[in-house]
């Protein structure tokens, strides 16, 4: 039986580059996600970018995650992520929403299979990370696949 696992890195620099806060956490993976990825898996006829999920948003909304979860409660920016696979079974996506990107207090987080609606794998909340219009926030997401 394969497990999946997900897991989240925020760090939010100020515009001098010093880290200012950092959080980790574990997340939900969602119904959804679930069924993208058989699709994935299973189907040859869609194309691949269907199935990319490289899409991380940041939100505001606090409300704890759900398996039920389909979008962000508040979603104020998307960005496409680097993928990258860090050994056999994870999968990771790493974004960075600049200075003056997705400023506000960010509690929400989503990986996503398009930059514009689309399919929600997993989302995490966090303690709130309160991104000025100076600071980066860099956000990690691996999928650990057992």
Same mark, same amino acid.
């Given at each position: 039986?394969?497990?999946?696992?997900?897991?989240?890195?925020?760090?939010?620099?100020?515009?001098?580059?010093?880290?200012?806060?950092?959080?980790?956490?574990? $997340?939900?993976?969602?119904? $959804?996600? #679930?069924?993208?990825?058989?699709?994935?898996?299973?189907?040859?006829?869609?194309?691949?970018? &269907?199935?990319?999920?490289?899409? #991380?948003?940041?939100?505001?909304?606090?409300?704890?995650?759900? $398996? &039920?979860?389909?979008?962000?409660?508040? %979603?104020?920016?998307?960005?496409?992520?680097?993928?990258?696979? #860090?050994?056999?079974? #994870?999968?990771?996506?790493?974004?960075?929403?600049?200075?003056?990107?997705?400023?506000?207090?960010?509690?929400?987080?989503?990986?996503?299979?398009? $930059?514009?609606?689309?399919?929600?794998?997993?989302?995490?909340?966090?303690?709130?990370?309160?991104?000025?219009?100076?600071?980066?926030?860099?956000?990690?997401? %691996?999928?650990?696949?057992?």
């Amino acid at each position: 039986m394969i497990k999946i696992k997900g897991r989240w890195y925020k760090s939010l620099y100020g515009p001098d580059g010093e880290l200012k806060q950092k959080l980790e956490n574990d $997340n939900v993976i969602t119904q $959804n996600g #679930i069924s993208g990825l058989v699709s994935h898996l299973f189907s040859a006829t869609v194309a691949a970018t &269907t199935f990319t999920f490289r899409y #991380i948003a940041i939100g505001t909304d606090a409300t704890g995650e759900s $398996n &039920t979860d389909t979008a962000l409660g508040s %979603e104020l920016t998307r960005h496409t992520g680097t993928v990258s696979q #860090i050994s056999g079974g #994870i999968y990771r996506v790493t974004a960075t929403f600049p200075s003056g990107t997705g400023t506000g207090a960010i509690a929400e987080y989503g990986l996503l299979n398009s $930059n514009a609606a689309g399919t929600l794998f997993s989302r995490d909340t966090d303690a709130v990370v309160n991104k000025g219009a100076n600071d980066d926030l860099v956000v990690i997401t %691996e999928v650990t696949y057992s």
